[in-house]
């Protein structure tokens, strides 16, 4: 069955670039990634590429951008890729192997938990997998999730994000960075409208009552190196 955000990105893809365009307003993720995974002229692998968020953010530093993600009309969103863009799952990346300096997955991977409820580990573990499977040696993967949209505190928002995450932690042996990603938009109204179609009502409601055209949001950047 087609969830909420499966019809999304194959059906407003439109809608959810105006989105992440809005997000992280001081520029934290770039910094986070360089952080972990410094230096000039990558080689970078997108998975969960979407309408091209990371690949934005890293295109300055990058040499190649190989993006991929499981829906086309999100990757038709993308203008001036710095590499091919390819219609692929992440479970099965149709890269060569050792290639990425960094390889990283925004906000992908944590799907598996609803999409994939019944073998979230083994659709994780299979992504994972992967990335270090195109990633060279002494390169780093990189794995972004949500800690929360319209919170004050990061926190996983759901008991399962929180199980998925404990399991990067614990069992994948990634480390854990939390960072702030808040959206900023012109006027509440803006704000209510561009999230609320994504997150849902509940959300719209709280923007409106806090009044709030910066919207708080966290993120957490899970690292190690290959």
């Not at 997000?23 to 972990?36: F, H, S």
């Not at 829906?71 to 990346?93: F, I, K, S, W, Y």
């Not at 799907?111 to 060279?136: F, K, N, P, S």
């Amino acid at each position: 069955m087609t969830d909420h955000f499966q019809t999304i990105y194959s059906q407003q893809a439109d809608r959810y670039d105006r989105l992440v365009r809005a997000e992280d307003t001081e520029g934290n993720v770039p910094r986070a990634l360089a952080a972990v995974a410094p230096g000039e002229g990558l080689v970078v692998v997108d998975v969960g590429t979407g309408t091209g968020r990371m690949a934005r953010l890293l295109a300055p530093r990058a040499e190649l951008i190989v993006g991929l993600d499981l829906h086309g009309p999100m990757l038709r969103q993308q203008h001036d890729p710095v590499g091919p863009l390819v219609q692929a799952d992440h479970q099965a990346l149709p890269v060569r192997s050792a290639i990425a300096d960094l390889t990283v997955a925004g906000w992908a991977i944590g799907h598996v938990r609803e999409w994939e409820a019944e073998r979230w580990q083994l659709a994780a573990g299979q992504a994972i997998a992967e990335m270090a499977r195109v990633t060279r040696a002494g390169g780093v993967i990189a794995v972004l999730e949500t800690l929360g949209t319209g919170s004050t505190t990061p926190a996983p928002p759901s008991t399962g994000l929180a199980e998925y995450y404990a399991w990067l932690e614990n069992v994948r042996g990634f480390e854990r960075q939390e960072i702030s990603t808040d959206y900023a938009f012109a006027s509440v109204d803006e704000a209510v409208a561009t999230l609320g179609f994504f997150f849902g009502p509940a959300l719209a409601e709280r923007i409106r009552a806090n009044g709030w055209s910066r919207v708080p949001e966290w993120t957490g950047v899970w690292h190690r190196t290959r």
